[in-house]
């Protein structure tokens, strides 16, 4: 949204005024007198009124021409003017005059437009040209009045004039004549106008959907009508939009901290991804300008402004199923967020241009309700996309029928019995999956499984969106009582946070410097773990992903006395980088039918990018985590887990198969994506399982063949998906218990197993006392202090192999590898940095503390001047696909890079000649090591 710039900062604010064919700007602004005198006098506006750049002549074949009413005679074709000359379907000068306009739009602080036939119709093309360039034409443009507006087909000489002038937005231009305008509107029409109908001047107004649009009828025929109760409607308008900006001002006043702002700018990303209606109506700032996409909502693309904003057209793609189920015209639902959004429920609006009879307010409210019964139950979580999914199955499933009887009418009486009755007598619409066996299902399981193998197999670097990676998130999961909070408490020395509060239940202390250490609850029953338990965990580098582990690079260092940088330490020669560890609700049998804590553990699953399946390699717990008398083969949970998983995102879909059918691939595409993950990703899977069904079954697009589908295909698809989606790691917990051995062997060597790819025999709580004893000094025995295996940490390092992030190093320069001093905060002061308490069991179990680390002062402390600088000290976390152009926003988002992007030159080993890099280039291992260069020089 554009902020009108307050008039006591001596800016006044502008009406652009387009008169119609055969005038002048002068002649149509001496008529507005009275309006231009109202306007200026009670909102400080001025009106400013060109003239065409045309002189009109005999031939031209405007809507206007046969019968003007608002010019002289012919024989003042003199100064009689036009804004193109039309032939057939082309505006021949239509380029000139939006050059003209544009040029003086840009010169003055112009607001609106306010345009009066053929003007008007040069007004909805200019809204057409700010629309699909996202706001950039015509910045600013706050709102349009149509005086006797119109509408036409699309000139063919307007598309050729985007495509040679507005190229970067090319994915915008699939449009025609009805293309739909985010704009607040005014439509005067007068019921007399013999030149354009008022019906036209309707048609062009139900355009204008968002928001609704206001429409005033005068009694006149085709002419600006100025008398008194006239001027009311315009100055009714103009009144709104300055007091939506006002409100817009005070709403900047309080913006959301930046956990909730993260989630907020998460949930635009995501929904723009998946719903291609998705228009962002707040304001954005590109971070590249010369290099912005249009369609990249992420955080590395843009600096939002808050409070966030944007519209979803609610619109089936199925035109037969809009006209049976859909209202007649087009409904939007608008969502601004609150400062403490998700914790608290977004603001919604529908907006739209019905009466009464094509959408009642009695279907408004029915509509309303259900989606506000959706966001009270996902109260605290990001919700948006369940209530845009709540609205399509209201119409889906016959809303507007039941929205009908809701209006006044005869009352009849009818008993419950009979309600009942009648309800299972209306035919039912759903469209149901064909049954399977047993043996089919699992059958296809496993071949989803096969699926997801070689997917895994077959992963690159290349493929992906790119962009970097915020938060890798690593969720434990597992049979309640299988050790996964002291896995937990062991990875992340007792979660240690920043800024928190102890918890007494928890034994937390607290340090010198104020950094919270409170660990996850540990006790031998079910559902300890109510609430996911989030700490930064510090993960070893998987081998060959960094530079250092060429062993020619660190002699080269060690030739030059540069000292081999980390920001987060090292263990056993490996560098450290940090990560997200989420520990959730315990899981028993049946949690995707809501046993247990299944809900709740199931939607904490969708933050994770990798899981790690603590189990029990004991045998002495049952599948709810009951001690039991008899050795249990452990195996059998390895199965059961990843069925749940599986079964739950099955049944969600299963659930939904009936507008799955009618709306196709795209709806079964946002089903997945709502998993968070990207629609790329999804339509990969959708290949694979496409491929291998025309291999093995010989049948060809069955993606396209939604309604010959079975339980077996769907539950196909879904196994591939959630494998590929959830890579899952292994650790065989309680190695130290003898009856383990035998059962960390088998499972061992039948890997990769029941979506479980690698593991790691290991004994948490053998750990976490070391990380107790080290980092808050508790005693334990001496055997425990002084051995530790690091089995949590290889744990870990195998898991991030799984579907680990891209590691690029930015550097200052390419001989020392010295850090950019734009990231000297981030290595002192980010909160994922090790703890005092923490880098003391990094020293004690072999490792080395952070490059920034003070150990004298134990403080975070850039080197001095005259001090060598570490190399390779940082490092991005990037996603598969990025490209050198990618890191340069990062680094740009971050504040560390100013200036618009140079040149980048890389390398891939550390004293490897570096070579010129474009910034379209995709990051691998043979670019990693990145210097870029911008127009502003960096300080060293």
Wanted: proline fraction near 6%.
């Amino acid at each position: 949204m554009i902020v009108l710039e307050a008039t006591n900062m001596g800016i006044r604010n502008k009406i652009l005024v387009l008169h119609g064919n055969r005038q002048t700007g002068e002649l149509l602004l001496g008529r507005l007198a009275k309006l231009q005198k109202a306007v200026n006098k009670e909102l400080q506006l001025e009106f400013v009124a060109p003239d065409a750049p045309f002189l009109y002549a005999d031939g031209d074949e405007d809507v206007e021409e046969s019968r003007h009413d608002n010019t002289d005679s012919a024989s003042s074709l003199q100064w009689q003017r036009t804004w193109w000359h039309r032939k057939g379907n082309t505006y021949h000068g239509l380029e000139e005059s939006i050059t003209k306009i544009e040029q003086l739009w840009n010169d003055h602080h112009f607001v609106g437009i306010l345009g009066f036939s053929q003007g008007s119709r040069f007004a909805h093309i200019i809204s057409i040209l700010h629309t699909v360039t996202n706001g950039d034409a015509f910045r600013g443009l706050r709102g349009i009045v149509h005086v006797s507006g119109y509408n036409s087909p699309i000139p063919p000489n307007f598309m050729t004039y985007l495509k040679d002038n507005w190229s970067q937005y090319d994915n915008n231009f699939h449009f025609d004549e009805s293309i739909i305008i985010s704009l607040p509107s005014l439509h005067v029409m007068g019921s007399t106008d013999k030149l354009v109908p008022i019906l036209e001047s309707k048609e062009l107004s139900e355009l204008y959907n968002t928001p609704k649009p206001m429409i005033h009828n005068h009694p006149g025929g085709h002419h600006v009508p100025v008398k008194a109760r006239d001027i009311e409607h315009y100055l009714i308008f103009w009144r709104k939009l300055q007091s939506i900006d006002e409100l817009a001002e005070t709403c900047k006043v309080l913006p959301p901290d930046e956990e909730h702002a993260q989630a907020q700018i998460d949930e635009v990303y995501a929904l723009s991804q998946i719903f291609p209606e998705f228009q962002l109506l707040s304001e954005t700032e590109f971070i590249d300008p010369d290099n912005a996409d249009p369609d990249d909502y992420s955080e590395e693309s843009r600096k939002y402004t808050h409070p966030i904003s944007y519209a979803i057209l609610l619109q089936p793609e199925d035109m037969e199923i809009q006209q049976e189920l859909w209202p007649p015209k087009p409904i939007s639902l608008h969502v601004q967020y609150p400062v403490f959004y998700p914790d608290c429920s977004p603001k919604i609006t529908l907006q739209h241009s019905m009466n009464c009879f094509e959408f009642s307010s009695s279907q408004g409210e029915l509509l309303m309700k259900k989606m506000t019964l959706t966001m009270n139950d996902e109260e605290g979580m990001p919700c948006v996309m369940s209530l845009i999914y709540a609205a399509r199955e209201f119409f889906e499933e016959g809303g507007l029928a039941k929205g009908q009887t809701a209006l006044p009418q005869k009352e009849e009486i009818v008993s419950e019995d009979e309600a009942i009755e009648n309800e299972l007598q209306e035919p039912s619409l759903a469209s149901v999956l064909l049954p399977a066996s047993d043996a089919r299902m699992e059958k296809c399981r496993q071949e989803g499984w096969l699926i997801s193998r070689k997917m895994m197999e077959e992963r690159s670097n290349n493929s992906g969106k790119g962009g970097s990676w915020k938060q890798f998130t690593i969720a434990i999961v597992g049979k309640p009582s299988a050790g996964k909070s002291t896995f937990f408490n062991a990875a992340t020395a007792f979660a240690r946070q920043r800024g928190g509060m102890p918890s007494t239940k928890n034994n937390g202390s607290e340090d010198e410097d104020g950094i919270i250490l409170g660990g996850a609850a540990m006790a031998p029953h079910p559902f300890t773990t109510i609430d996911p338990n989030v700490g930064f965990c510090f993960v070893p580098t998987v081998d060959g992903s960094c530079p250092e582990d060429d062993a020619d690079g660190c002699e080269f260092l060690s030739n030059k006395g540069i000292p081999l940088g980390s920001c987060h330490g090292r263990v056993g020669g490996r560098r450290l980088i940090p990560v997200v560890l989420k520990d959730v609700a315990g899981l028993v049998p049946g949690a995707y039918e809501g046993r247990g804590k299944g809900n709740k553990f199931l939607d904490d699953l969708t933050d994770a990018d990798v899981l790690i399946h603590v189990l029990d390699a004991s045998g002495k717990a049952d599948s709810e985590g009951n001690k039991v008398l008899d050795v249990i083969n452990p195996i059998n949970d390895l199965e059961w887990i990843s069925n749940e998983i599986v079964a739950w995102v099955y049944t969600n879909i299963k659930q939904k198969w009936d507008s799955v059918v009618r709306r196709g691939r795209t709806k079964l595409l946002g089903l997945f994506s709502g998993y968070k993950q990207s629609q790329s990703f999804v339509e990969d899977v959708f290949t694979a399982v496409e491929n291998y069904v025309r291999d093995n079954d010989g049948r060809d697009a069955v993606f396209d063949k939604l309604e010959t589908f079975d339980e077996g295909d769907l539950y196909r698809l879904v196994s591939a998906f959630v494998m590929t989606r959830f890579p899952m790691g292994l650790a065989l917990n309680k190695n130290d218990i003898a009856s383990s051995i035998p059962f960390i062997e088998e499972i061992t060597s039948k890997l990769p197993i029941h979506g479980c790819f690698v593991a790691q025999a290991l004994s948490a709580d053998k750990e976490m006392r070391f990380i107790r004893h080290h980092c808050l000094h508790q005693s334990v025995s001496s055997t425990i202090a002084s051995n530790f295996d690091g089995y949590v940490w290889k744990c870990l390092q195998k898991a991030l192999s799984l579907r680990g992030p891209l590691l690029v190093f930015p550097v200052a320069d390419m001989q020392t590898y010295e850090p950019l001093s734009g990231l000297n905060n981030f290595a002192t002061r980010d909160p994922s940095l090790p703890s005092k308490g923490f880098i003391n069991c990094l020293t004690s179990a072999g490792g080395t503390a952070p490059s920034t680390w003070d150990d004298n002062k134990d403080i975070y402390a850039v080197q001095g001047k005259n001090e060598t600088k570490p190399a390779l000290r940082d490092v991005l976390l990037m996603k598969p696909g990025s490209t050198v152009n990618d890191v340069f926003l990062t680094l740009k988002n971050k504040n560390v890079l100013e200036g618009e992007f140079v040149r980048a030159e890389a390398a891939s080993k550390l004293g490897e000649k570096p070579k010129l890099v474009s910034k379209l280039d995709i990051v691998g291992p043979e670019n990693r090591i990145l210097r870029i260069m911008t127009t502003k020089r960096q300080k060293k």
